[in-house]
């Protein structure tokens, strides 16, 4: 299975830009990179998800380096509420990836936001 | 409102007792997953399912088994379950590419005594 790997933790002040890096090696040519939050007792929530170039939405953006083998998120103004883990997961777009259907999380980076 | 729906919220069983968990998803996507997150070890994949009728081993399948007889709902069983599968539950649905998103449910926790 294709394996990211986080930081497990990571420390912001409010206000402040944050970049959570995710390395993903053995990513497959066509394997969309996903991000997910988790904000303490409730369900993982979707963030942004990209494949080459970089991407931007109203939460956050998404820069994927040139080998496509690392991203980063980046949340521009870190808020109290963007404290929660952040798990960055490999998505082969059909049946043919095998990412498609069996996916692994691993234990995300839990992002620390002081006031 | 689009939406993946488990139930119970909580569940409070005994060793042995067969028990479901259910989920519903209205936004009409092929694929459904669960997931077991116990502290240190993040999200664990149990089950996952492509489609009507096609169900697959994640990482963590022994002890349950799961349905997939309708496209909206896929159930969590657990035939007898133990203390060890005392956990956080999480069920999830995307449309069947994997360029979409996955959409979660808000988890079901589950304690067997």
Request: proline share 6%.
């Given at each position: 299975d294709a394996k990211t790997t986080q930081p497990n933790s990571m420390e912001s002040n409010e206000e402040e830009p944050v970049h959570l890096p995710c390395n993903h090696?053995?990513?497959?040519?066509?394997d969309y990179i996903h991000w997910y939050r988790q904000l303490p007792s409730q369900g993982p929530e979707y963030v942004i998800h990209g494949l080459t170039s970089n991407v931007n939405n109203r939460m956050a953006s998404l820069a994927i380096a040139e080998d496509r083998k690392s991203s980063t998120l980046i949340l521009h103004r870190a808020t109290l509420r963007d404290a929660a883990v952040y798990y960055c997961i490999l998505r082969a777009?059909?049946?043919?990836?095998?990412?498609y259907g069996k996916l692994t999380f691993g234990q995300g980076t839990i992002l620390t936001v002081h006031p | 409102e689009a939406q993946v729906t488990q139930n119970p919220r909580y569940l409070i069983t005994v060793t042995g007792k067969k028990l479901t968990v259910t989920c519903s998803q209205n936004?009409?996507?092929e694929y459904m997953s669960w997931y077991r997150q116990d502290p240190g070890l993040g999200l664990r994949q149990i089950y996952y399912s492509m489609n009507v009728e096609v169900t697959d081993k994640g990482d963590v399948p022994e002890g349950y088994k799961v349905s997939r007889k309708e496209k909206r709902n896929f159930p969590l069983i657990l035939e007898s379950p133990s203390p060890n599968q005392t956990s956080l539950y999480f069920c999830a649905s995307s449309l069947e590419t994997g360029r979409g998103p996955l959409h979660f449910g808000n988890g079901t926790r589950l304690t067997v005594t």
């Amino acid at each position: 299975d294709a394996k990211t790997t986080q930081p497990n933790s990571m420390e912001s002040n409010e206000e402040e830009p944050v970049h959570l890096p995710c390395n993903h090696s053995t990513i497959s040519g066509t394997d969309y990179i996903h991000w997910y939050r988790q904000l303490p007792s409730q369900g993982p929530e979707y963030v942004i998800h990209g494949l080459t170039s970089n991407v931007n939405n109203r939460m956050a953006s998404l820069a994927i380096a040139e080998d496509r083998k690392s991203s980063t998120l980046i949340l521009h103004r870190a808020t109290l509420r963007d404290a929660a883990v952040y798990y960055c997961i490999l998505r082969a777009p059909n049946a043919g990836g095998t990412s498609y259907g069996k996916l692994t999380f691993g234990q995300g980076t839990i992002l620390t936001v002081h006031p | 409102e689009a939406q993946v729906t488990q139930n119970p919220r909580y569940l409070i069983t005994v060793t042995g007792k067969k028990l479901t968990v259910t989920c519903s998803q209205n936004m009409n996507h092929e694929y459904m997953s669960w997931y077991r997150q116990d502290p240190g070890l993040g999200l664990r994949q149990i089950y996952y399912s492509m489609n009507v009728e096609v169900t697959d081993k994640g990482d963590v399948p022994e002890g349950y088994k799961v349905s997939r007889k309708e496209k909206r709902n896929f159930p969590l069983i657990l035939e007898s379950p133990s203390p060890n599968q005392t956990s956080l539950y999480f069920c999830a649905s995307s449309l069947e590419t994997g360029r979409g998103p996955l959409h979660f449910g808000n988890g079901t926790r589950l304690t067997v005594t």
